[in-house]
């Protein structure tokens, strides 16, 4: 079992969208949280450490991961999914997005 987490900055749409979309994905756990201190569930140590795999959707994302949490990241791969901040909660093309780009790196 890998724990998957998905990181934007709000932790509004694209993160949580990703979160229900791989929801039920064989051998993982997923959640989903945000860099911004006002996040719906802000990032914090624990949750980076729980990760084994972590999906930020921008570099300035990953920089601030890095910045932040650089000692409670070392076992987690850190990738980032470069999907900008123009989408609605579960947007179609959201979805098809990370459904294109995140599966080969759940296997």
Same mark, same amino acid.
């Given at each position: 079992?890998?724990?998957?987490?998905?990181?934007c900055?709000?932790?509004?749409?694209?993160s949580?969208?990703?979160?229900?979309?791989?929801?039920?994905?064989? +051998?993982?756990?997923?959640?989903?949280?945000?860099?911004?201190? #006002?996040?719906?569930?802000?990032? *914090?140590?624990? =949750? @980076? &450490?729980?990760?084994?795999?972590?999906?930020?959707?921008?570099k300035?994302?990953?920089?601030?991961?890095?910045?932040?949490?650089?000692?409670?990241? +070392?076992r987690?791969?850190?990738?980032?999914?470069?999907?900008? #901040?123009?989408?609605?909660?579960? *947007?179609?093309? =959201? @979805? &098809?997005?990370?459904?294109?780009?995140?599966?080969?790196f759940?296997?």
């Amino acid at each position: 079992m890998k724990n998957v987490l998905f990181v934007c900055s709000q932790n509004r749409l694209r993160s949580p969208t990703a979160e229900q979309v791989f929801a039920n994905y064989p +051998n993982i756990e997923v959640a989903s949280a945000g860099t911004n201190n #006002d996040a719906e569930t802000p990032l *914090d140590a624990e =949750l @980076v &450490r729980w990760a084994d795999i972590i999906f930020v959707m921008e570099k300035a994302h990953r920089s601030k991961l890095q910045r932040r949490f650089k000692a409670d990241l +070392n076992r987690a791969r850190v990738i980032c999914l470069d999907i900008p #901040d123009d989408y609605a909660y579960m *947007d179609p093309r =959201l @979805v &098809r997005i990370l459904e294109e780009k995140v599966p080969r790196f759940l296997k």
